[in-house]
């Protein structure tokens, strides 16, 4: 039987790509069951990297902040116990998922856990939507946000508000009984010309 649970995620960093030496400096994982929150891990990360001063202005993070955090060694191991085997949710997993496998690398800590995108499977579903980026989304289903943007948990939250909403109309629009983390993985590997018989073949096959 498929975990209920699904762990959210998202990090802030010094630029685009751990690969050209961008490092994180924030990461939040909203554990959810059943489309509840259970829990929140939340912290700033001392990469030992300066933060780019158009960083700080987007984020609010500043080198200050940083330099008072933990090692990033540290908090990845944290946030790998804290997620265990659970699989994983971003919105542009792309990116998050670079990060985490690459942090955790640097930690000596195995990647292992599966993604899912919030920004794939709102194409898939929402292909009318104005945009796709998490503000818009967020606006555009009038979704509750807790706090700044681009703050790590603040944007793990909203994603976890995307993802519930994401669920609730794959069970009540399309009829399918349980879109599980494998469901939505699956889902986002759609073609979108293939979407409407994906659904509908997982409605007749339940």
């Not at 990461?27 to 929150?37: D, N, P």
């Not at 796709?132 to 946000?145: I, N």
Request: with cysteine.
């Amino acid at each position: 039987m498929p975990s209920p649970r699904i762990a959210v995620i998202d990090f802030e960093t010094t630029g685009i790509s751990p690969a050209q030496g961008d490092r994180a400096t924030e990461v939040a994982i909203v554990l959810t069951e059943a489309g509840r929150v259970v829990d929140r891990f939340q912290s700033l990360m001392n990469a030992g990297v300066r933060i780019p001063s158009f960083i700080t202005q987007l984020t609010g993070i500043t080198n200050d902040m940083v330099r008072a955090a933990p090692a990033a060694e540290q908090v990845m191991r944290e946030a790998a116990r804290f997620v265990g085997d659970v699989p994983l949710v971003a919105h542009n997993a792309a990116f998050d998922q670079r990060y985490w496998r690459a942090e955790l690398a640097l930690a000596g800590v195995d990647a292992t856990q599966p993604f899912a995108c919030t920004v794939l499977l709102s194409r898939r579903l929402y292909p009318d939507a104005p945009s796709h980026r998490l503000g818009a989304l967020a606006d555009w289903f009038d979704l509750p946000r807790s706090g700044r943007a681009h703050r790590a948990l603040a944007d793990a939250e909203v994603t976890v508000e995307l993802l519930a909403r994401m669920r609730h109309d794959l069970m009540h629009r399309h009829g399918v009984a349980e879109p599980d983390h494998a469901f939505l993985r699956a889902l986002q590997a759609c073609t979108k010309a293939k979407v409407p018989r994906f659904l509908a073949e997982a409605v007749a096959t339940a």
